[in-house]
């Protein structure tokens, strides 16, 4: 199993610019989010989904879409791209036993973006 | 909100010696999670602890448990330099979230 992959590793925006960040997961896992790190913010929950077709905000979605259509995928795509989006984004997957309770979370490499 | 809050943020110490760090919380939660991180990677489960349950061991990981004073500590047993890292707790209040907190540096000197 590749676990969780995210793509680019690595990218520079300019401030308005759109574009996607992938995540897949081969794990058949139903739950997936996207976190936001930052130099002494800890992780910051931007949007997670339950199951595909489903999705919700997390603790700072603005700026920030996702759709889930199949099980693996879960891009994150940033709107137009501002300054303060410059950050380590990381996605994560796991399977819940029970409904609202969140374990073990698997986590891509991250990607690394800037925005000038 | 971020719920988990580590202390103490920092913490070096030589190799062999145990190394501790606590995380708070606010709110009543399912389970509490502990992560760690290398420079540059991605996060790594190590432990989780439910509600219910008061200590848990893996290897050199001992995590207690405190709902009474929403606490929780790790302790990493006879550190290796391996275990160089940015540890962090994430609470789950059955919410579809989890929350982390900030991370906690350990250096382990060789």
């Known amino acids: 199993n590749a676990g969780v992959t995210q793509t680019p590793k690595f990218q520079v925006l300019k401030t308005g610019q759109s574009m996607t960040l992938q995540c897949a997961q081969d794990?058949?896992?139903?739950?997936m989010s996207w976190y936001r790190q930052d130099p002494g913010m800890g992780l910051r929950l931007i949007h997670y989904?339950?199951?595909?077709?489903?999705?919700d905000q997390g603790e700072v979605p603005n700026g920030y879409n996702v759709s889930r259509s199949t099980t693996e995928d879960f891009p994150l795509r940033l709107l137009s791209a501002a300054p303060s989006q410059t950050s380590v984004y990381f996605c994560?997957?796991?399977?819940?036993?029970?409904?609202?309770?969140?374990?073990?979370?698997?986590f891509g490499p991250g990607t690394r973006l800037t925005v000038t | 909100s971020q719920q988990g809050e580590e202390d103490p943020q920092a913490l070096s110490i030589q190799e062999g010696e145990n190394a501790t760090m606590n995380c708070s919380y606010k709110?009543?939660?399912?389970?509490l999670q502990w992560y760690r991180q290398n420079s540059g990677r991605g996060l790594v489960h190590l432990i989780l602890?439910?509600?219910?349950?008061r200590e848990k061991h893996s290897g050199r990981l001992r995590v207690t448990l405190d709902t009474s004073k929403k606490s929780s500590s790790l302790l990493i047993t006879a550190s290796r330099a391996a275990d160089t890292a940015s540890y962090f707790c994430?609470?789950?209040?059955?919410?579809?979230?989890?929350?982390f907190g900030k991370g906690n540096q350990v250096v382990v000197i060789p």
């Open positions: 602890i439910r509600s219910n349950e």
């Open positions: 994430a609470t789950d209040a059955g919410n579809n979230r989890l929350a």
């Open positions: 994560a997957s796991s399977n819940p036993i029970s409904s609202g309770t969140t374990y073990e979370q698997y």
């Open positions: 794990m058949n896992h139903e739950y």
């Open positions: 709110t009543s939660i399912n389970n």
């Open positions: 989904s339950v199951g595909a077709g489903i999705t």
